[in-house]
């Protein structure tokens, strides 16, 4: 069965940095687009960011357009988000994403 484990999340000040990866298992997982999305506090799903099965198409949010990096290797089964100059509003839960299925999250608090 499908299994994403979501990584890397953590406390970071505003105008940091973060990397977080999500190990994909029980899917040929180089045929598939792969998502991110996101979970704020007392709020629902946002999609952030998606690429193709190849890794040479990205789609982002206009909330993270220029910020956040999205990429994968296909050969480790992993998909990543690189994340700079976060604030704020990019407090939340983090989740990889295949065909409606997510993993358990990854928290990403950022806070002074």
């Known amino acids: 069965q499908v299994q994403l484990v979501e990584s890397g999340g953590g406390l970071v000040q505003p105008g940091g940095s973060l990397r977080l990866s999500c190990a994909a298992s029980?899917?040929?997982?180089?045929?598939?687009?792969m998502t991110w999305v996101r979970q704020a506090p007392g709020k629902g799903l946002e999609w952030v960011s998606s690429?193709?099965?190849?890794?040479?198409?990205?789609y982002y949010a206009d909330s993270v357009k220029g910020r956040f990096t999205i990429s994968r290797d296909n050969a480790k089964n992993t998909l990543y988000l690189q994340m700079n100059s976060l604030n704020s509003e990019d407090t939340a839960v983090y989740y990889c994403?295949?065909?409606?299925?997510r993993g358990q999250g990854t928290q990403v608090t950022v806070s002074s």
């Open positions: 690429i193709n099965s190849g890794g040479d198409s990205t």
């Open positions: 994403q295949i065909a409606g299925q």
């Open positions: 029980g899917f040929i997982f180089s045929t598939y687009r």
